[in-house]
């Protein structure tokens, strides 16, 4: 690509303050990323929070990428308006914003949303939601890996809380959702970090998936780079700066 592509011509009339996408950088960006996972557009789950853009999900879609991860409700609806058949809402939604859940779920019933707990009250209040509104709610298990933003941390008793979670008649138990933003470094130390912590934790799962006598969907893992990856069929890439990275 030719050098200084982001400057705009000077003689574009165009009224300012504005927003400036780029769209042959933002798919030649897509089509690194689906590279790097060898065309698995499958295990892709691309993050919204930082663009935003209807028009980028449009795009997402001719790319087969189906799946996306959001930080709000907001953003939720947005994915749902572009039809976006696969939504996870990666904070957990509580009272009024669990109210504003069930409504966006009930408003859109041909997709389908999750969402993240890590405790057993917020579980439970929305299996009460989900009763009241004769709806099944799926949710994966947040663990807190290092981050130490969301999540029960693995160092609690976090297999004792899936035992409960799935007692709850209103509540599909779909994983574990871990967000892995904590690691630094370089690549190397990055990809073993990520990588032990990984295989520490599936064999955890293995044992639970024998346990409830049913495979659990899938382990949802943010990669916090596109190049750093593991080749488990298990694992699913959650990269959310991608779109505008100014390769």
């Known amino acids: 690509m030719q050098n200084n592509w982001w400057k ?3 003689e574009l009339r165009i009224d300012t303050p504005f927003l400036a996408v780029y769209e042959n950088r933002i798919q030649a960006n897509i089509e690194r990323l689906i590279e790097a996972v060898n065309g698995e557009t499958q295990k892709l789950r691309p993050h ?3 663009h935003k853009i ?4 449009d795009l997402f879609k001719t790319y087969n990428i189906n ?5 709000t409700i907001a953003e939720a609806e947005l994915a749902a308006i572009h ?3 696969d939504v996870l809402l990666a904070y957990p939604p509580v009272d009024v914003k669990k109210d504003r859940w069930i409504s966006l779920i009930q408003k859109y019933p041909s997709i389908s949303f999750s969402t ?3 405790n057993l009250d917020s579980a439970k209040a929305l299996d009460e939601s989900a009763e009241k509104n004769n709806l099944k709610l799926t949710v994966y298990l947040d663990l807190n890996t290092g981050m130490n933003r969301t999540g029960i941390s693995i160092s609690k008793n976090w297999k004792a809380l899936i035992d409960e979670i799935v007692l709850l008649k209103n509540i599909d138990f779909a994983g574990i959702h871990i967000y892995d933003g904590h690691l630094k470094g370089d690549l190397e130390h990055r990809f073993d970090t990520a990588s032990n912590l990984f295989f520490s934790i599936n064999e955890e799962i293995q044992a639970i998936n024998k346990k409830l006598g049913y495979e659990l969907k899938n382990c949802r893992w943010r990669i916090q780079h596109i ?12 990269s959310r700066n991608f779109c505008f990275l100014g390769f």
């Open 8 to 10: 705009i011509n000077s």
């Open 48 to 50: 919204i929070k930082t």
């Open 54 to 57: 209807g028009e980028i999900l």
């Open 67 to 71: 799946k996306i991860k959001c930080a």
């Open 83 to 85: 039809e976006i058949s």
């Open 116 to 118: 993240i707990v890590d």
């Open 227 to 238: 190049s750093v990856l593991c080749h488990s069929k298990k694992r699913r890439m959650q």
